[in-house]
């Protein structure tokens, strides 16, 4: 049974970083994309970034940002430690909320343009990520 833990959350101000882990255990082998999602109070929970892992050579590593993140979020994985990371850098207050990381089955894509996992079946407990202004 695959299981996530996330870690690095914090409270910040806002134009300051973190860093947050994503460390799975368990065998991960039929997931094919892992992403970071949060959601904030009394807000729908939202995709922030997400990777291939796997599937076609062609697309492993292929990464996917939101709007809202690109520029200065960058996910990347260690695949010695099974673990997901979210670099969080120049934060703002709206990106205050309970981040999760996922694993899912595999990626969507628009064309040949990775948009994110799809089939997510497993999910971690969060971390929460408070940014002052």
């Known amino acids: 049974q695959v299981q996530l833990v996330e870690s690095g959350g914090g409270s910040v101000q806002a134009g300051g970083s973190l860093r947050l882990s994503c460390a799975a255990s368990?065998?991960?082998?039929?997931?094919?994309?892992m992403g970071w999602f949060r959601q904030a109070p009394g807000k729908e929970r939202e995709g922030v970034a997400a990777?291939?892992?796997?599937?076609?050579?062609?697309?492993?590593?292929?990464?996917y940002y939101a709007d809202y993140v690109k520029g200065r979020f960058t996910i990347s994985q260690d695949n010695a430690k099974n673990t997901l990371y979210l670099q969080m850098n120049s934060l703002k207050p709206e990106d205050t909320a309970m981040y999760y990381c996922?694993?899912?089955?595999?990626?969507?894509?628009?064309?040949?343009?990775?948009?994110?996992?799809?089939?997510?079946?497993?999910w971690g407990q969060g971390t929460l990520v408070t940014v002052s202004s």
């Open positions: 990777i291939l892992t796997g599937g076609s050579t062609r697309y492993i590593g292929s990464t």
């Open positions: 996922a694993a899912g089955r595999g990626g969507s894509f628009l064309g040949s343009v990775f948009q994110g996992c799809n089939a997510l079946d497993v």
């Open positions: 368990g065998d991960i082998s039929s997931n094919y994309c």
